[in-house]
């Protein structure tokens, strides 16, 4: 039986920042019993922006996963020495894109030209999406040298609102749910050969730097175990919160009884310290 060469299109979504996580929570201290009662966070301070960015790339390789035949989307490439990878690439019919993700979730985006602000502090993610887009056309083009620019799209996760004043001139910014039928939608350029032609070099291991840092073998069951134990945290940080509301209440009635300052003082100092 012949033994299956890895290739490209084998990478996950959010593969590397899932990677990356899991090694920002090797130093996190297991949550005391009571911290678990409390809902505390399993998640270490800095792994906060790694996890939000995982959930981002797997909503979006979701998506990318029901495009039509004819269209190729490939994973967590890297691109530099130093762990830098592209999130997502996708190559189709109508061209080859670079997609950087963006999980705000519920948060207010809003777009002039280069211009791009998250709950009204500016952001580089028109910058750093387009010069992703211009590093993997140089790399693709050291194999394939009359390869198309590769086009730079910014997708934007759950954001609360997408406000775009004046359009980028070179990158495209869209809500995650718009990205499927906006590449559908795009005018053919490529030929069925063609097309063939650029999904073999880019699925090729050879084309992409090697990347250093170690893998996890099991880094989806991981990020999964993760996840729930997020979500089961943040659950149990709603119900104490609708508790201590109503205890609230009922001290106020009460005269505040030491029994409740004790329950808010324990359950707050859980939630912080873990």
């Known amino acids: 039986m012949p033994v299956h060469k890895a290739t490209m299109g084998d990478r996950a979504p959010g593969q590397a920042v899932i990677e990356e996580l899991l090694r920002q929570q090797l130093g996190r201290k297991p949550r005391s019993t009571l911290a678990r009662f409390f809902g505390a966070s399993p998640l270490a301070a800095g792994s906060v922006s790694w996890y939000e960015g995982a959930r981002g790339e797997l909503?979006?390789?979701?998506?990318l996963a029901t495009l039509p035949d004819g269209w190729?989307?490939?994973?967590?490439?890297?691109?530099g020495t130093k762990g830098s990878d592209i999130d997502h690439m996708v190559v189709g019919p109508g061209g080859v894109f670079s997609i950087n993700t963006k999980h705000h979730n519920k948060k207010a985006v809003w777009v002039a030209g280069s211009t791009l602000m998250v709950s009204g502090q500016k952001q580089g993610h028109i910058r750093n999406a387009e010069f992703e887009a211009k590093?993997?056309?140089?790399?693709l083009r050291q194999r394939m040298p009359q390869i198309p620019a590769v086009q730079p799209v910014l997708v934007l996760v759950n954001p609360k609102s997408l406000t775009i004043k004046t359009k980028p001139e070179?990158?495209?910014?869209?809500r995650a749910t718009r990205l499927r039928r906006w590449?559908?939608?795009?005018t053919s350029v490529f030929s069925e050969t063609k097309?063939?032609?650029i999904t073999t070099v880019m699925d090729d291991p050879a084309t992409w730097p090697s990347t250093a840092l170690p893998s996890f073998s099991d880094s989806s069951e991981r990020f999964a175990e993760l996840h729930h134990e997020v979500q089961r945290a943040q659950f149990r940080r709603r119900v104490w919160s609708f508790t201590c509301g109503l205890l609230l209440i009922a001290?106020?009635?009460?005269?505040?009884?030491p029994l409740l300052t004790a329950l808010l003082g324990a359950y707050f100092r859980a939630v912080r310290f873990g």
């Open 183 to 186: 590449l559908t939608e795009r």
């Open 251 to 257: 001290g106020a009635v009460l005269a505040g009884p």
């Open 135 to 139: 590093r993997v056309t140089k790399l």
């Open 72 to 79: 190729k989307a490939f994973h967590s490439l890297p691109i």
């Open 170 to 174: 070179r990158v495209t910014v869209i």
């Open 59 to 63: 909503i979006v390789g979701q998506i």
């Open 195 to 197: 097309l063939r032609e």
